[in-house]
């Protein structure tokens, strides 16, 4: 990775992002040798305009920065750096230096259960059930999803919330597995939900209709 740190007087700016809640946390600035700390001790070090010095986040707090991975812009002179923070970000001891909560959106989750349900079918270990479901086929996995989706109806109707919701879990993934088998995604399905909030869609969903009727 070549960094251009002369292009602002031997400084870059490195956005700081949560490697998990993908929240920006803060922006500092690096020179080289911060940059070079920060590889070698795994903690986050930035150059202080104000002390003229490095400055490793968390030296004074124990709020450390544990750095995951470091990447470069297009340009070569802005760096976005992956962490996992100890305690909050800021110096008035919010989670951010925008004062906002740096809370983890479960539905994140779904891309990540997404991947390692494809990861099975790459794989197909053994002992797994969601391998056992790849063997079993199309027609099964999607009965299976039809079954808990019938589950998750009665729980709605004549159950608890608690048991809704863990049917809906189970739905949600046979559905997951579904989509991975036919070479789709829930991203997929998301962007058809997001097709659908347009509020043109279903104008021109009925246009479409009616021209299919006329011919």
Same mark, same amino acid.
Request: hydrophobic residues 35%; proline residues 3%.
């Given at each position: 990775?070549?960094?251009?740190?002369?292009?602002?007087?031997?400084?870059?700016?490195?956005?700081?992002?949560?490697?998990?809640?993908?929240?920006?946390?803060?922006?500092?600035?690096?020179?080289?040798?911060?940059?070079?700390?920060?590889?070698?001790?795994?903690?986050?070090?930035?150059?202080?305009?104000?002390?003229?010095?490095?400055?490793?986040?968390?030296? #004074?707090?124990?709020? +450390?920065?544990?750095? !995951?991975?470091?990447?470069?812009?297009?340009?070569?002179?802005?760096? /976005?750096?992956? =962490?996992?923070?100890?305690?909050?970000?800021?110096?008035?001891?919010?989670?951010?230096?925008?004062?906002?909560?740096?809370?983890?959106?479960?539905?994140?989750?779904?891309?990540?259960?997404?991947?390692?349900?494809?990861?099975?079918?790459?794989?197909?270990?053994?002992?797994?059930? #969601?391998?056992?479901? +790849?063997?079993?086929? !199309?027609?099964?996995?999607?009965?299976?999803?039809?079954?808990?989706? /019938?589950?998750? =109806?009665?729980?709605?109707?004549?159950?608890?919330?608690?048991?809704?919701?863990?049917?809906?879990?189970?739905?949600?993934?046979?559905?997951?597995?579904?989509?991975?088998?036919?070479?789709?995604?829930?991203?997929?399905?998301?962007?058809?939900?997001?097709?659908?909030?347009?509020?043109?869609?279903?104008?021109?969903?009925?246009?479409?209709?009616?021209?299919?009727?006329?011919?």
């Amino acid at each position: 990775m070549k960094i251009d740190f002369d292009k602002m007087n031997g400084l870059v700016p490195a956005i700081i992002q949560d490697a998990v809640t993908k929240n920006v946390l803060m922006l500092g600035y690096m020179n080289e040798e911060a940059y070079n700390k920060t590889i070698d001790t795994k903690k986050v070090t930035f150059w202080s305009r104000s002390r003229n010095c490095l400055w490793t986040k968390g030296e #004074t707090s124990g709020n +450390f920065l544990n750095l !995951v991975d470091i990447k470069i812009d297009c340009d070569n002179d802005t760096l /976005l750096v992956s =962490v996992h923070p100890d305690g909050p970000t800021c110096h008035k001891g919010t989670d951010t230096c925008w004062a906002e909560d740096n809370n983890y959106n479960p539905i994140l989750f779904l891309s990540e259960l997404q991947d390692f349900i494809n990861k099975r079918h790459k794989d197909m270990p053994e002992g797994s059930y #969601t391998t056992s479901l +790849f063997k079993k086929g !199309v027609n099964r996995m999607a009965q299976k999803v039809g079954e808990e989706a /019938l589950e998750t =109806v009665i729980e709605a109707t004549a159950g608890t919330d608690g048991k809704m919701i863990y049917e809906a879990s189970d739905m949600l993934y046979h559905l997951i597995v579904l989509l991975s088998s036919k070479g789709l995604r829930i991203e997929d399905v998301a962007m058809e939900l997001l097709k659908r909030h347009n509020p043109d869609w279903d104008k021109a969903r009925r246009i479409a209709k009616s021209k299919g009727e006329m011919e």
